[in-house]
């Protein structure tokens, strides 16, 4: 480490935090709150600590002075607000703007940094190595700036997490098995954003989704309440809730998901929600503020609705972790499909979808996957980290004739930051070819 930044008292103290950080938070909640929540504090930590250190040397090595006091100074506010974070979920609750904005997000912000930083370390690794074999001094001084990469990224991430993109969406709903692929695949959707759509021959079904809310942190409830006054000034046909609505900052606060769905309240008979996976953890909160907004939720059960596109039938899957095609397969029977009705089904894992047998689904919408959270989607392109994996992560997905619209996520939960895939404020326009 360069002589001005050793000279630096606040050099040490970003370790002596970075340490404290890591034994006490574990300790302190171990004692208050029990061993899973401390191991979750320390598996946390553990992943981001080692990069958020070593890439401070690294920074330090090579800043100019004035720069690396800076530098500093952000580290050991950051740590701090990191710890503080974690350790004020010991006991979750919402929090006002100030603790946000101060504490929750730079501290979280921190966290995704020092992951991003460990592993973008790991992959510069190899070139580093070999450029010092060739004793290419200006190479390695050149890239050195690289190193500033993972926190770019993580500033600009703040941004998107706080933002929701607002889109019209036009699907093209198939009539007929030949009309789409004979396996699970992406196919073509219509996206607008910033831009008007093109006008119809026939009135569309217009649907409001609103997918994985997650009250916490990154989703204050006047945040929440305005983005669905905002959707619901289109005046949809439906709007349709599927699922994922609260955190653990969501959970500890009675009465918070009512509130922030306040403007679904005079909808009624046009709203309808179901489960997901975090809402079984917290049941009767969830439950409470859909029944005090006249929100209907459907626990594997159908709802039959006439709209001015039309009639429209809607099935609702309870979420299940196991045994997902037997679930499917028996809810879908149970139900059959009404005659000249549009056969909706909404599924908040869209790892299901391929369970749906062909033509027993017009269109599914799910959520789950927050867009994959990490991916190239703000920059056009539909890549993201799920994109090798099963799980369809957004957009629009054919099997045969069903349909599957995956929602980026009004909010999201997990890894503290959206990173290249915005979440998502969208009117959805379904239309038959």
Same mark, same amino acid.
Request: net charge positive.
């Given at each position: 480490?360069?002589?001005?930044?050793l000279?630096?008292?606040l050099?040490?103290?970003?370790?002596?935090l970075?340490?404290?950080?890591?034994?006490v938070?574990?300790?302190y909640?171990g004692?208050?709150?029990?061993?899973a929540?401390a191991?979750?504090?320390?598996?946390i930590?553990l992943l981001?600590?080692?990069?958020?250190?070593?890439?401070h040397e690294?920074l330090?090595a090579w800043?100019?002075p004035?720069?690396a006091r800076?530098?500093n100074?952000?580290?050991?506010y950051?740590?701090a607000?990191?710890?503080? *974070?974690l350790a004020s979920?010991?006991?979750?609750?919402?929090?006002g703007?100030g603790?946000?904005?101060?504490?929750?997000?730079?501290?979280m912000?921190?966290?995704?940094?020092g992951?991003?930083?460990?592993?973008w370390l790991l992959?510069?690794?190899p070139?580093r190595?070999?450029?010092?074999? &060739?004793?290419?001094?200006?190479?390695?001084a050149?890239?050195?700036?690289?190193?500033?990469?993972?926190?770019v990224?993580?500033?600009l991430?703040?941004?998107t997490s706080l933002?929701?993109?607002?889109?019209?969406v036009?699907?093209r709903?198939?009539?007929?098995?030949?009309d789409?692929?004979?396996?699970?695949?992406?196919?073509?959707?219509e996206?607008?954003?910033?831009?008007?759509?093109?006008p119809?021959s026939?009135?569309?079904?217009?649907?409001?989704q609103?997918?994985d809310?997650?009250?916490?942190?990154?989703?204050?409830?006047a945040a929440?309440?305005r983005?669905?006054?905002?959707?619901?000034?289109?005046e949809?046909d439906?709007?349709l809730?599927?699922g994922?609505f609260?955190?653990?900052?969501g959970?500890g606060?009675?009465?918070?998901l009512?509130e922030?769905?306040a403007?679904? *309240?005079d909808?009624?008979g046009?709203?309808?929600?179901i489960?997901g996976n *975090?809402d079984?953890?917290s049941l009767?909160?969830?439950?409470?503020?859909?029944t005090?907004n006249?929100?209907?939720?459907?626990?594997?059960?159908?709802a039959?609705?006439?709209?001015p596109?039309?009639?429209?039938q809607?099935?609702?899957?309870?979420?299940?972790?196991k045994?997902r095609?037997?679930h499917?397969e028996?809810?879908?029977?149970?139900y059959p499909?009404?005659?000249? *009705?549009l056969?909706?089904?909404?599924?908040?894992?869209p790892?299901g979808?391929?369970?749906?047998p062909?033509?027993?689904?017009d269109?599914t919408?799910?959520?789950?996957?927050?867009?994959?959270?990490?991916?190239?989607?703000?920059?056009g392109?539909?890549?993201?980290v799920?994109?090798r994996s099963a799980?369809?992560?957004?957009?629009?997905?054919?099997?045969?004739?069903?349909?599957?619209?995956v929602?980026?996520?009004?909010?999201?939960y997990?890894?503290?930051?959206r990173?290249?895939v915005?979440g998502?404020?969208s009117l959805l326009? &379904?239309?038959?070819?």
């Amino acid at each position: 480490m360069a002589a001005h930044a050793l000279a630096d008292p606040l050099a040490g103290l970003f370790w002596g935090l970075a340490v404290t950080s890591l034994i006490v938070v574990p300790l302190y909640a171990g004692s208050v709150r029990g061993r899973a929540y401390a191991l979750f504090g320390f598996v946390i930590l553990l992943l981001s600590l080692p990069g958020a250190i070593v890439m401070h040397e690294r920074l330090l090595a090579w800043l100019a002075p004035g720069v690396a006091r800076l530098a500093n100074a952000a580290f050991v506010y950051s740590i701090a607000a990191a710890g503080v *974070h974690l350790a004020s979920l010991v006991r979750p609750r919402l929090r006002g703007p100030g603790f946000r904005f101060l504490v929750s997000i730079p501290g979280m912000a921190f966290i995704a940094a020092g992951a991003l930083s460990g592993l973008w370390l790991l992959a510069l690794l190899p070139l580093r190595a070999v450029l010092a074999a &060739l004793d290419w001094h200006r190479a390695l001084a050149a890239l050195r700036w690289l190193d500033l990469l993972p926190f770019v990224i993580a500033a600009l991430s703040i941004v998107t997490s706080l933002r929701l993109a607002r889109e019209v969406v036009r699907i093209r709903l198939a009539r007929t098995d030949d009309d789409g692929p004979t396996r699970v695949m992406r196919v073509p959707l219509e996206r607008y954003r910033r831009r008007v759509p093109s006008p119809l021959s026939s009135r569309p079904l217009r649907i409001v989704q609103i997918s994985d809310p997650h009250l916490g942190p990154w989703q204050s409830v006047a945040a929440l309440r305005r983005r669905i006054a905002e959707l619901c000034a289109h005046e949809p046909d439906l709007v349709l809730l599927t699922g994922d609505f609260l955190t653990m900052e969501g959970r500890g606060t009675p009465g918070a998901l009512a509130e922030a769905l306040a403007p679904l *309240h005079d909808l009624e008979g046009r709203t309808f929600a179901i489960l997901g996976n *975090h809402d079984h953890e917290s049941l009767e909160e969830v439950t409470g503020g859909l029944t005090k907004n006249r929100i209907r939720l459907l626990v594997d059960d159908e709802a039959v609705v006439e709209t001015p596109a039309g009639s429209v039938q809607i099935l609702g899957a309870d979420y299940v972790g196991k045994g997902r095609k037997e679930h499917l397969e028996g809810l879908l029977a149970r139900y059959p499909r009404r005659e000249d *009705h549009l056969r909706l089904l909404l599924l908040h894992d869209p790892l299901g979808f391929r369970f749906v047998p062909r033509g027993d689904a017009d269109l599914t919408l799910s959520g789950h996957t927050h867009g994959g959270q990490l991916g190239l989607v703000s920059i056009g392109l539909d890549w993201t980290v799920l994109a090798r994996s099963a799980w369809p992560d957004h957009g629009l997905f054919g099997h045969g004739r069903n349909r599957l619209y995956v929602h980026r996520g009004t909010g999201f939960y997990g890894f503290p930051l959206r990173i290249g895939v915005p979440g998502e404020a969208s009117l959805l326009e &379904l239309v038959f070819d």
